[in-house]
Antibody, heavy 117, light 108 residues
Framework: QVHLVQSGAEVKKPGSSMKVSCKAS????????ISWVRQAPVQGLEWLGG????????NYAQKFQDRVTISADESSRTVYMELSSLRLDDTAVYYC??????????WGQGTLVTVSS | DIVLTQSPGTLSLSPGEGATLSCTTS???????VAWYRQKPGQAPSLLIY???SRAPGVPDRLSGSGSGTDFTLTISRLEPEDFAVYFC?????????FGQGTKLEIK
């Protein structure tokens, strides 16, 4: 069975960084890309970027290019998304998703990140 | 970036009726790389349709996608209770992948 399991909710201060993890089943990690999508009440669904774990190369949306880093650890089949210089409007649910020829066909359970002073 | 505009914002219908949801893109989407997702409260979105008209595994044939170029449609026939949710379209042919703002399908 294919699945993505994310780390738990976080509360962060403005200006700090966040790092969310996404553990993938073997079938996903070795054969597909993993993307990160966030959902905030105002901005709706936004794609931040993605990675092909076996290649280790990330691809980022220009809006987040200077603040986001997506990496992968093959030994633990885990993908990480780090977002720096956090602002209040970065408060959102962050999802990792399987990025396949069939669009985003597997979703993690989501991680709520709250940015608050 | 390609902007996706969904209409209507809210659709009020009764179980058993049919629904038509629209998604218009600001530029033509290559090879019809358009997907549709359903999201229920407190849950992650789930894939319904990819490549504009292909159903994801397990999606009933009451749901169908169509369209090309800049105009895409999700059609749901014989609405069932599980269909009342929020629907998003997405283009994944160009980077950045972008989503529409959503259509809420509610019980009348």
């Amino acid at each position: 069975q294919v699945h993505l399991v994310q780390s738990g909710a976080e509360v962060k201060k403005p200006g700090s960084s966040m790092k969310v993890s996404c553990k993938a089943s073997e079938g996903i990690f070795n054969n597909y890309g993993i993307s990160w999508v966030r959902q905030a009440p105002v901005q709706g669904l936004e794609w931040l970027g993605g990675i092909i774990p076996v290649l280790g190369t990330g691809n980022y949306a220009q809006k987040f290019q200077d603040r986001v880093t997506i990496s992968a650890d093959e030994s633990s089949r885990t993908v990480y998304m780090e977002l720096s210089s956090l602002r209040l409007d970065d408060t959102a649910v962050y999802y990792c998703v399987r990025d396949s020829p069939r669009a985003f066909d597997v979703w993690g359970q989501g991680t709520l990140v709250t940015v608050s002073s | 970036d390609i902007v996706l505009t969904q209409s209507p914002g809210t659709l009020s219908l009764s179980p058993g009726e049919g629904a038509t949801l629209s998604c218009t893109t600001s530029q033509s989407v290559s090879t019809s790389y358009v997907a549709w997702y359903r999201q229920k409260p407190g849950q992650a979105p789930s894939l319904l349709i990819y490549a504009a008209s292909s159903r994801a595994p397990g999606v009933p044939d009451r749901l169908s996608g169509s369209g090309s170029g800049t105009d895409f449609t999700l059609t749901i026939s014989r609405l069932e209770p599980e269909d009342f949710a929020v629907y998003f379209c997405q283009q994944y042919g160009s980077s950045p992948h972008t989503f529409g703002q959503g259509t809420k399908l509610e019980i009348k």
